[in-house]
């Protein structure tokens, strides 16, 4: 107990990530602002109908839906279902319209099929719209940071592990660091949506905020710059 009140909650990451996080961060909120941060998060009860099955009518639904709440015009994104195997790039342009292409049996999933949707909608937020350059290297992540800005971090952090296999983007803890962030900008020490979260992810985010607690209180103008 002594130690903890002399060192603080310990950082849940990795200094080099704590540091491209709140740069990262800062960059989000000149480019979009705080408007995003002002609605509550999206939940799966919030998107996923019962009796969801996965077909091309309900999968579009889920993107519009996503779309909407990312303010990228649905009439821009095209959606493919594929049976077989994916194009390489799940997101690729045509006529001028971003097209995000999964599979049959990712699509009958809707907590990954949010996930990805999100995470293609934040490459057209920040490669489509050119906010960052195509070779950036930390693109992967800055997409994924994306979808927690803007709400929809639960869906990202459900297959952060699986994905992780596949791309570069942010892994767990980064994951649940993030969401810490999200919800002290949000003013939610105790955030009801962490429930969705999965036991070692609420478990890090917890102590993302703990941590966060203790940045502010030795440091209370650190807490405008979270």
């Known amino acids: 107990m002594l130690i903890m009140r002399w060192f603080g909650p310990r950082r849940p990451v990795r200094p080099a990530e704590a540091a491209w996080l709140d740069t990262s961060l800062a960059w989000l909120s000149a480019e979009f602002g705080r408007d995003p941060l002002k609605p509550p998060p999206v939940r799966p009860a919030d998107l996923v109908p019962e009796g969801y099955r996965g077909d091309v009518q309900e999968a579009r639904t889920l993107l519009d839906a996503v779309c909407v709440r990312m303010g990228v015009d649905p009439v821009r994104v095209e959606l493919e279902l594929h049976a077989g195997p994916l194009p390489e790039e799940h997101h690729r342009v045509?006529?001028?319209?971003?097209?995000?292409?999964?599979?049959?049996?990712?699509?009958?999933?809707?907590?990954?099929?949010?996930?990805?949707?999100?995470?293609?909608?934040?490459?057209?937020?920040?490669?489509?719209?050119?906010?960052?350059?195509?070779?950036?290297?930390?693109?992967?992540?800055?997409?994924?940071?994306?979808?927690?800005?803007?709400?929809?971090?639960?869906?990202?952090?459900?297959?952060?592990?699986?994905?992780?296999?596949?791309?570069?983007?942010?892994?767990?803890?980064?994951?649940?660091?993030?969401?810490?962030?999200?919800?002290?900008?949000?003013?939610?020490?105790?955030?009801?949506?962490?429930?969705?979260?999965?036991?070692?992810?609420?478990?890090?985010?917890?102590?993302?905020?703990?941590?966060?607690?203790?940045?502010?209180?030795?440091?209370?103008?650190?807490?405008?710059?979270?």
């Open 94 to 226: 045509r006529a001028g319209h971003p097209v995000i292409a999964v599979g049959f049996g990712h699509a009958a999933a809707p907590v990954p099929l949010i996930a990805t949707i999100a995470h293609e909608l934040a490459h057209v937020l920040l490669l489509g719209d050119g906010r960052i350059a195509a070779d950036q290297p930390d693109s992967e992540r800055l997409a994924d940071l994306v979808t927690v800005y803007f709400g929809l971090g639960v869906f990202g952090a459900a297959t952060a592990v699986r994905c992780a296999r596949r791309r570069p983007g942010m892994n767990l803890p980064l994951y649940a660091y993030a969401l810490a962030h999200y919800a002290w900008q949000r003013g939610e020490p105790d955030p009801e949506w962490a429930a969705d979260l999965r036991l070692t992810t609420r478990l890090r985010l917890r102590r993302g905020l703990r941590h966060l607690a203790y940045r502010a209180a030795a440091d209370p103008a650190s807490a405008h710059s979270l």
